[in-house]
């Protein structure tokens, strides 16, 4: 099992930048691949960013892309995301997320590039408290 705490969320006018971070803990940390979800109100959860173990394969939803960055301290067994030029449509319930079966690299290559957003939610074996993230 994995406990997943996210914190940084807030209130940022558009053009901004927020960080959002995501403590890990648990035996099976070492064995999931970490993630971050996001959940409009009236709308359905997405898949906004993930990084496999060790940090060096990292992937993110087309809305998302050369705007934010994920990227996880092995040491701390603590992944961030860094969300620059942020827009109202960001707006969202941010939630940090382990998926689980994350076998290889090339699975979650895969898996990300493939599966649909219920897809990707049903891989989680562990979500987050969430964080509020609001941008006017």
């Known amino acids: 099992d994995v406990q997943l705490v996210e914190s940084g969320g807030g209130s940022v006018q558009a053009g901004g930048s927020l960080t959002l971070t995501c403590s890990a803990s648990?035996?099976?940390?070492?064995?999931?691949?970490l993630a971050w979800f996001r959940q409009a109100p009236g709308s359905q959860r997405e898949g906004v960013a993930a990084?496999?173990?060790?940090?060096?394969?990292?992937f993110y939803a087309d809305s998302v892309k050369g705007r934010f960055t994920i990227s996880q301290d092995n040491n701390k067994n603590t992944v961030y995301l860094q969300m620059n030029s942020l827009k109202p449509e960001d707006t969202a319930m941010y939630y940090c997320?382990?998926?689980?079966?994350?076998?290889?690299?090339?699975?979650?290559?895969?898996?990300?590039?493939?599966?649909?957003?219920?897809?990707?939610?049903?891989?989680?074996?562990?979500w987050g408290q969430g964080t509020q993230v609001t941008v006017s």
């Open positions: 648990g035996k099976a940390v070492d064995n999931a691949c």
């Open positions: 997320a382990a998926l689980r079966d994350c076998y290889s690299r090339a699975w979650l290559t895969s898996f990300w590039k493939d599966a649909n957003e219920t897809t990707k939610t049903w891989f989680v074996a562990s």
């Open positions: 990084v496999y173990r060790g940090g060096d394969s990292t």
